[in-house]
């Protein structure tokens, strides 16, 4: 997969616009009524960044990291400050806050996930890049310490040291980073001053990693 390990720094997406899309397949039939699906099991989320950047530093380096990533051909992590968390964005992050799964006996490997939502049919995303040192994790709502576990900021597995019993729920509580890609070839910028510009929306699209 053509990612790299890197965040694009905070202060370049101040003022982002973004969020969360879905795909829904609509047939009217005959009779007036629909007929609704999706292919996607989970959101795809985009974004559009550099809108509010007007210095020229601030420009350079967003152009730095678009070059860096090769326009398109890399990935990377982006912050979304507004669903960065397992827990309400302004909520302390807690080991209970998501549910991961129930323990057999032998599995230890846990995929960290978020749910939105309540009910049986709640949508589920899978956080594939968590941020490290921040995952906290319990076994039937004991807090596990740091040893016990080990989480791969990568892929966003945890691994316990010690299979639950079976019937133990696991949950885990962390921060994640969006993985992400530039969505277009081509970066521009409006010299408005010596030391100040506008740059055009630069758009960015969730990957599946």
């Not at 997406?13 to 009217?28: K, L, M, P």
């Not at 380096?61 to 507004?82: H, I, K, S, V």
């Not at 989480?151 to 691994?159: I, L, N």
């Amino acid at each position: 997969m053509s990612f790299h390990e890197v965040r694009l720094p905070a202060r370049l997406a101040f003022g982002s616009t973004g969020g969360v899309e879905r795909r829904t397949e609509i047939v009217t039939l005959g009779s007036g009524f629909e007929r609704r699906s999706t292919p996607w099991a989970q959101g795809r989320r985009r974004y559009l960044i550099g809108t509010n950047l007007r210095s020229l530093d601030d420009m350079a380096a967003l152009t730095g990291f678009f070059e860096a990533r090769r326009g398109r051909l890399y990935g990377f992590r982006f912050r979304d400050f507004a669903d960065c968390k397992s827990c309400a964005p302004g909520a302390a992050i807690g080991p209970r806050d998501q549910v991961l799964g129930e323990g057999d006996g032998t599995r230890t490997v846990f995929p960290l996930i978020k749910r939105y939502g309540a009910g049986i049919d709640t949508p589920e995303r899978r956080i594939t890049k968590p941020v490290g040192g921040t995952v906290r994790i319990a076994v039937a709502g004991v807090e596990l310490p740091a040893s016990g576990f080990l989480v791969d900021t990568t892929t966003g597995e945890a691994r316990l040291a010690a299979a639950p019993g079976r019937g133990a729920v696991v949950t885990a509580g962390f921060e994640f980073d969006t993985p992400v890609r530039f969505d277009a070839d081509r970066i521009e910028v409006t010299l408005e001053s010596f030391d100040a510009g506008r740059m055009a929306a630069v758009p960015l699209i969730e990957v599946r990693v």
